[in-house]
């Protein structure tokens, strides 16, 4: 069972663009949505992460916006850059002490100059 | 920011063999875990560790698979025996309660 979805699989923006990713989870328990950006060869780091209780959360081109009541949330990144280009995965658990983060299939953005 | 190391990066063995992945974690975290992704795909859960227990598993942590943090060392993955199908990227996590999760660059094992 995908607890957590991911979409578009791919994506291919120009730079300078907003690009969209989109996440959607079905366990009413998550609480806590972080993202993660992952260059090929290297661990995935977190990049910005929000609570349920919030509905938007913003750390300088990388927002992410929430919906509770849909189980859904995206990540926006504004004015591209080709060093933006990785895989970002969303990921999501609950509150109920240290549990396992359960990712998403991720989205391999891919920024054009 | 705070440093997971994975040690090797690449470990190539031979099917049935033992192979052991060491992490070690950032120093002050209590939770450790262990996360298996192929091609560069899912992070897919295996294990998560606290206080010197598996607080939960995932199908994937086969009955050939083992952790453990002797004296506060490495954490580490054993798998005994392996099989094919173990090829894959194993990263290393650690965190602190309810808080941000720091991982490894990973280690890539090869099995022939």
């Known amino acids: 069972q995908q607890q957590v979805r991911q979409s578009p699989q791919s994506l291919t923006v120009w730079e300078g663009e907003t690009a969209i990713l989109n996440c959607s989870y079905e366990?009413?328990?998550?609480?806590?949505f972080p993202w993660y950006q992952q260059f090929p060869g290297e661990g995935p780091a977190l990049l910005i992460a929000?609570?349920?209780?919030?509905d938007k959360k913003e750390d300088g081109r990388f927002t992410i916006f929430f919906n509770k009541r849909e189980k859904k949330l995206s990540l926006h990144i504004t004015d591209s850059q080709p060093g933006d280009s990785a895989t970002y995965f969303c990921?999501?658990?609950?509150?109920?002490?240290?549990?396992?983060?359960?990712f998403g299939a991720g989205t391999k953005l891919t920024i054009k100059p | 920011g705070p440093k997971v190391l994975q040690i090797p990066s690449h470990q190539i063995i031979d099917m049935g063999q033992m192979v052991t992945l060491n992490c070690d974690p950032v120093?002050?975290?209590?939770?450790f875990y262990w996360y298996k992704q192929i091609l560069g795909q899912q992070m897919e859960f295996l294990v998560n560790?606290?206080?010197?227990?598996?607080?939960?598993k995932s199908k994937l942590f086969k009955d050939q698979f083992s952790v453990e943090r002797p004296d506060g060392s490495y954490f580490t993955l054993k798998i005994q025996p392996t099989a094919l199908e173990d090829s894959a990227v194993y990263f290393c996590?650690?965190?602190?309660?309810?808080?941000?999760?720091?991982f490894g660059a990973g280690t890539r094992l090869s099995v022939l």
């Open positions: 996590a650690s965190g602190t309660f309810q808080n941000t999760l720091y």
């Open positions: 366990n009413s328990a998550f609480d806590y």
């Open positions: 929000i609570r349920s209780v919030s």
């Open positions: 990921a999501a658990h609950s509150n109920y002490g240290n549990e396992k983060i359960t």
């Open positions: 120093s002050n975290h209590l939770y």
């Open positions: 560790f606290y206080n010197g227990k598996v607080m939960e």
